[in-house]
């Protein structure tokens, strides 16, 4: 299955594949390169996929540079971007040389960044490797690095020319890994495609990794995306409501998120973001909308909510998690901003103008 789109009449491919056998370098092959790559993967993705890539890599005659990564959050930062950086420095790499990624969100951000720093940008090609990075982050050329302990802080936009997808690679991904990809579908489901929130109630199919319901997911969520940023990549308009539940999220994940490990994985973190906003945006009355995505996290054993167990710190936490919120990124004026969702499809941006109901949602969202 194949899903392509353009940006300024430029072409960029996404294919879904069953097992990895030698689409890698068959499609490279067509590429105008000095046949370099780079191979960026992540330390924890089995070694069977990965001997699969370079084994494809190596007998079709390409100069392979193998960089295993260490892909935890706490790594998205300047010290591997560098790292990486570095590394095509050293090997002299071109313009018409190729980044290939094999990892989840962190692996491809800081790859995504590296590819369009050095040298002004080289070619960029990615193999995402948790659900998140596959329904989502894999594409809409969001690079970056957390900088500052600011998430995100740092980053260009920029795309890669071929994205694969592999079922043989997404039978393997930890239960976690996995799981914490549901949020982002979800979030797919209640800005654009109801469809997606029929199929995420098929709970036991979806946890079997049943390729059928998988393929519609992964189909549907990555068509949400394309539609919302493929004519607004600079985030001025549609693209803004991918960004449903990620000004709570973003505001949790650098509240509890240490330099010594990641407690919420990011797809986690927009579960209960989601959760935030459409109480923010209900005035804490529930509603359908809330009724829906907390039956779907709990399907599938997410958090909706974050239990401390020394509520002795539960009020730091709330006012790290206000004040955070602060940093948000979309923020413009002096409010931050959020996407706004009463209504099934229709989202839009507006402004956090109520601290104070801000403050309750914060307070309702910790136990
Ligand atoms: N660019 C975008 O549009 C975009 C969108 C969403 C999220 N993000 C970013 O993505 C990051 C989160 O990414 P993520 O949720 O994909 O996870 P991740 O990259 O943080 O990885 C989570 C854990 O899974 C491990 N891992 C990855 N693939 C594996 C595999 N196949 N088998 C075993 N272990 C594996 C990693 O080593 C890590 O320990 C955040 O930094 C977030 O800001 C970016």
């Known amino acids: 299955m194949d899903l392509n789109y353009k940006i300024n009449d430029e072409q960029y491919y996404i294919k879904i594949k069953d097992n990895i056998k030698n689409e890698i370098s068959q499609n490279i092959n067509k590429l105008?390169?000095?046949?370099?790559?780079?191979?960026?993967?992540?330390?924890?993705?089995?070694?069977?996929?990965?001997?699969?890539?370079?084994?494809?890599?190596?007998?079709?005659?390409?100069?392979?540079?193998?960089?295993?990564?260490?892909?935890?959050?706490?790594?998205k930062n300047e010290k591997l971007l560098f790292?990486?950086?570095?590394?095509?420095?050293?090997?002299?790499?071109?313009?018409?040389?190729?980044?290939?990624?094999?990892?989840?969100?962190?692996?491809?951000?800081?790859?995504?960044?590296?590819?369009?720093?050095?040298?002004?940008?080289?070619?960029?090609?990615?193999?995402?490797?948790?659900?998140?990075?596959?329904?989502?982050s894999c594409i809409g050329g969001k690079t970056a690095i957390n900088y500052q302990s600011i998430t995100n802080s740092f980053g260009t936009y920029y795309h890669p020319k071929f994205i694969f997808i592999y079922h043989e690679l997404i039978k393997l991904i930890p239960q976690r890994e996995y799981i914490a990809g549901i949020p982002e579908m979800l979030k797919?489901?209640?800005?654009?495609?109801?469809?997606?929130?029929?199929?995420?109630?098929?709970?036991?199919?979806?946890?079997?990794?049943?390729?059928?319901?998988?393929?519609?997911?992964?189909?549907?969520?990555?068509?949400?995306?394309?539609?919302l940023f493929v004519h607004d990549i600079f985030e001025e308009k549609t693209r803004l409501y991918l960004n449903f539940g990620h000004t709570f999220a973003h505001s949790i994940e650098m509240t509890f998120d240490s330099k010594l490990r990641d407690?919420?994985?990011?797809?986690?973190?927009?579960?209960?973001?989601?959760?935030?906003?459409?109480?923010?945006?209900?005035?804490?009355?529930?509603?359908?909308?809330?009724?829906?995505?907390?039956?779907?996290?709990?399907?599938?054993?997410?958090?909706?909510?974050?239990?401390?167990?020394?509520?002795?710190?539960?009020?730091?936490?709330?006012?790290?998690?206000?004040?955070?919120?602060?940093?948000?990124?979309?923020?413009?004026?002096?409010f931050p901003r959020y996407i706004n969702l009463t209504t099934f499809k229709k989202p839009s941006i507006k402004e956090i103008r109520d601290l104070d109901l801000m403050l309750q949602v914060i307070n309702k969202m910790i136990i």
Not at 193 to 204: A, C, E, F, Q, R
Not at 266 to 287: F, P
Not at 300 to 318: A, D, E, G, H, R
């Open 188 to 227: 797919c489901g209640l800005i654009n495609d109801k469809k997606i929130l029929t199929d995420l109630h098929k709970n036991k199919l979806v946890i079997a990794r049943d390729k059928k319901t998988l393929n519609n997911l992964i189909y549907r969520s990555l068509k949400t995306k394309i539609k």
């Open 32 to 75: 105008v390169s000095d046949k370099k790559i780079i191979f960026l993967y992540d330390i924890n993705i089995q070694k069977k996929i990965i001997n699969k890539i370079i084994y494809d890599l190596k007998i079709s005659g390409f100069s392979l540079i193998v960089t295993p990564i260490e892909g935890e959050k706490i790594n």
């Open 263 to 334: 407690v919420f994985r990011h797809g986690e973190a927009v579960g209960i973001g989601i959760i935030c906003e459409l109480k923010y945006a209900s005035k804490n009355k529930r509603n359908k909308l809330i009724e829906i995505s907390e039956e779907i996290l709990d399907l599938y054993s997410l958090p909706k909510i974050i239990t401390i167990k020394n509520k002795k710190l539960i009020q730091k936490i709330v006012t790290k998690i206000y004040n955070n919120i602060f940093l948000d990124k979309k923020r413009i004026n002096n």
């Open 83 to 136: 790292k990486i950086i570095d590394n095509l420095i050293a090997n002299k790499f071109t313009k018409k040389s190729i980044i290939l990624s094999c990892g989840g969100g962190v692996v491809g951000d800081v790859s995504a960044l590296a590819a369009s720093l050095y040298l002004r940008g080289l070619i960029y090609i990615h193999i995402p490797s948790t659900m998140t990075s596959i329904v989502d």
